[in-house]
């Protein structure tokens, strides 16, 4: 197969450095540019000490891109400056965008969460959203894919197709999400120190975070009905992996294993999701590789179950599916370069 | 005032250690007995290195322990171990219980829960739940106290008084509880390794952990009826802290402001019940600590409300608040010996 | 006792929120002032939360501060601020600056080291070295501390009598430090992030380290003659502690058993340091403590001994020294608000 | 190429779960058996839920095994254990021994540090040491390899070519040793729990590690002469790494640049051995490859150098080797399986 020749810009990210370690195993596809405009000039390994033996370019400014010889684009900007560079890229490159800016089909609502008017409301009606699982046929013939967030893939993927077949009530969902510290980026920040995380946790953007509309938008499409989710997102002392711990009402007449038999029967080929049965699913087991792992559990209070799913939100929840998804773009067979096994202890 | 003088048994154990830690600092307590029967003979500080250089006497067995000259004894043995070593004890000494021997009134509860006949379901009757902020009357004249579990202490502070209130609904209600490590003890399991917990987290106990009927007894208690609630525990890669999420609904015509006032006049004179404003709770901010941080906020579902509150599982959720008990039996200023500013970071 | 006023220079940072945490637990001091420029008007507990509960007066500029009513500063400004701010300081203060900046007593080697002209040369005379068991006579009558670096404490204590009393050779001396993270402070750095210290460890500094003269200093005065060592240090993905793993050869003649004699009565009254027996010291045993725990070994190859230390970086290595020698300074008994037991686990 | 059948004896621990981990990525070796007598029975996703996905075959005990379908055996068994089950192993299987059973030539210094007589005499004179870029030629032809222990791989890959070419001192080598937790091994040991260990580190095994002599042995062989050195380890609060600093004094004449030419020449070609510049050699750019990282740095103390070394102890300090030893012996490119990226953060 032709190899794919691949710009990732914001190279300098956690998520632009996981995309990397993927991409070098992957054997139809080559790095050929890396942007960090602060960082410009600079060999990868100055930047990322793990990746010094691995023969990259390095870093160049963004506006030094020539795009003519790329076929894949992944975006690693931040969210709310990627709107711009994405309608500024030529049409022949295919993109996945990792940043939330195309990921609310809504620009009302993403103008609401995210604090100013959509910079490419044309483009979002064409950006199709990337939950490999449940929207692959979308994907294979999109030229923009969305990215999903890491919240929202590792609580979509259980929670969809049980609102899809009406076996949970719509309302009453809570979503208590645990993440890894992976997830707040590379930025230097106080409160991001090691001496500030470390041996201690605490909840953040409590009913206010920013993944709840994302969540929603999928419960809604699934349920067929507008969903409003409780959800807390938790900061935990590991660098990778997201827990999600999710209490749902039975619908009338179903039972836990009527929503056991539903994940069985959605996943049963899916390579990438496991539905476990008796071992609660650990962020350990997903370390490193594109899993999603959940299991269902009887609630003690009648007519209610516990779901629970991990991730590892730089993988499955960020550069893993964003791969998963150029390989569906691509023809490729879907796993290339994401069988790893989990890196464990 | 008179110093009283401490036997501990089972003090080999963690909460032993931490209640050794903190009673070194008490000016009217003096330990005379530790007893830990796998170590007995052994100095402390072959045990706990950390208590090396402190002065006390070595472990010695239970069977050899003369109560005569003994105030007050701390029960730090495994749960089941304890009620028939505790009918033992002579009646002039006062005991405060760590383990969930005395914690259930109900002694068909507790044979459901522990698998076994309760052995002393007389003593069982006298025994009073040592929750001190909120059976501090009765505590004073006890003989024997059923120190809290640490997931019961850390949801019955904020739930109890918001139930006897009628400000929130006794239905509906989801504690997502995430702890240290060292509420697992110091057992040498597999399980617990270093390796086997570092960088990475699960749940345990779905739907059927021991600490549930607890919880559920004091919010029948403040409630007036039945309450059976969602619980669920995970295990954090830290060492110490619980921090429970509870996701509550709250009564018809009741607000945010209401529950924050009930709380706030509630705890307004405690020395170790926080109501913080903004900044959500942290489980640093109480480590070492006999405090119980808490915060409520606003869900994005309308109707519903977010608790958070942090613990130290050792201390409030174990050997501190058994501390507070006995300082309260003893008739001693309750704080005596557990001021300490949170070790942070 | 009368209670000391105290400020606090530079009170955000880590040894400042220490040095808050164990006065706060000083019968006769009393928190007056604390300085903090870029968080000036902040209550203390939201600059740390694990404050927030203590009553502390807000933060205020320096420039703000008034010294009438202040008996003692503790100066915990960053390396190379230091020396004009105290040069301002009315004589009437106590002053124990914990920074580097009075602590080399050569002010051409401080030029070196430090990149700039020292600032108050005739200052610096005046300064004396707090390493508190070995210089307690001129701590009593100085105004002027210069409380020592944290790997200098821990390299000092076990070196200086080996050294002083001949037992060991001056030259060939092998420092190999440890550290915890809070050793590099509260600053916002992308390499302190959690996610680029978790689960990894690496040197730095490596034979450049600025405590390396420091404890050259001292050892060049215990032995009489000029010392040069190979020291490096360590980032250790802990929060505290430091632990030094010294490599030295044995004076013609002398034993490993010569050498724990020396320690044993070198420091046989002193409460904060402990030479252990069997069990190598831990920074496990000195968490949260003043305490400094060393051991002597037995290398393979003879006529080499392997000495041990730990202390905690913040405690004995940086606030608890400093309170220490506050102590001292006062008339205090030395021993006042620092005989906590380590916080383990 | 035809694909090599492979048992993995003692599959149970950690070296064995981290040689399923390499092997599931090698495209000529097809596990067959996996064993483990305490387990034998049970799925592997019960024993290592991160290889649960993975379609292995159960665990069976060792009495179990048919050899007869096999062609190489990778033995995990503990250390002590080996001899006799190796030595009843048939002739056509090359085998790798992950233990320390084979590694010391000389059967007197195994029994002197092993505590017992070598069960396998005659087998130990076949055994070939596997330090594959050093002894590269003899493990082409061999049938048995005595894979290197993780500390001696550390510490003989950058000192064995200075001592060769005489570049450094035979006496007076420092190694001062830190290794992750994952090299204690999965047993259950009090020690080794999450809260004995998280947050603190120690040295052990002072002056009498059983590293040493393996280390001393490849030392003096490349010397010319017997090599005692100064070896202490450390347990650090990570999963993997060791990282080794290593102080040596320099030959006669001899610079630091002498020595870096030296490495960089030794290690030009080899896929495995990185020699840095400029940034200190971090654990976090091997975990998870089989890397060996090394950089030399000037002392202050003139004549001496100080060399830091990283791997992954369970890659290159165990299963990563032993697969690349494989390789070799089976004729396969020797990076096969074990280009991977390292895990980072």
Redesign the interface.
């Known amino acids: 197969m032709k190899k794919q020749r691949i710009a990732i810009i914001g190279a300098s990210g ?1 998520t632009g ?1 996981e995309l ?2 993927l991409l ?2 992957h054997p139809y596809a080559e790095i050929k540019v890396l942007t960090g405009d602060s960082q410009a000039g600079k060999p990868v ?2 930047v ?7 023969g990259l370019p390095n870093l160049v400014p963004l506006s030094a891109v020539d795009y003519t010889d790329i076929d894949v684009v992944f975006c690693c900007l931040p969210h709310g400056t990627t709107q711009e560079v994405i309608a500024g890229l030529p049409s022949h490159v295919k993109i996945i965008d990792l940043s939330a800016d195309f990921r609310l089909y809504d620009t009302k609502t993403y103008a609401k969460w995210y604090g100013h008017e959509h910079k490419a409301p044309d483009l979002q009606k064409e950006a199709v959203y990337g939950l490999t699982e449940l929207y692959r046929d979308k994907i294979k013939s999109a030229r923009l894919i969305a990215n999903p967030g890491c919240y929202p893939t590792s609580a979509q993927l259980p929670l969809m197709p049980l609102l899809e077949h009406k076996l949970i009530n719509a ?2 969902i ?1 979503i ?1 999400a ?1 993440s ?3 997830g ?1 980026g ?5 409160a ?13 953007g ?3 975070h920013r993944h ?1 509309p994302e969540i929603e938008q999928g419960l809604s499409q699934a349920s067929g009905a507008e969903v ?5 997102p ?1 900061l ?6 997201i ?1 999600s ?1 999710m ?1 749902v009402t039975l619908a009338q007449g179903k039972t836990i294993e009527t929503l056991k038999e539903c994940l069985n029967k959605t996943y049963r080929d899916e390579p990438f999701v ?1 539905v ?1 049965k008796n ?10 590789t594109n ?1 999603c792992v959940m299991g269902v ?6 007519g ?1 179950a ?1 779901i ?1 799913s ?1 991730i590892d939100n730089l993988v499955k929840g960020a550069s893993g599916q964003a791969l998963q998804n150029m390989n569906v773009m691509c023809g490729f067979p879907e796993t290339t370069a994401l ?7």
Chains 1, 2, 3, 4 share one sequence.
């Open positions: 956690y450095a990397i370690r070098l195993l390994g100055e990322y000490p793990h990746l010094a033996f691995s309302d009453s809570v208590d645990k890894g510290v992976t707040a590379r930025s230097a920040k106080q991001n120190l090691f001496t500030e995380i470390n041996d201690g946790m605490s909840a953040y409590i009913g206010s709840a409003i989710v409780s959800f807390t938790h935990i002392p590991m660098n990778r992996g827990l711990t209490y496991q476990t071992i609660p699913p650990s962020t350990h087991q997903v370390r490193g899993l559990y009887a609630d003690r209070v009648p209610k516990i629970v991990v069988m790893q096994t989990a890196l464990f202890p």
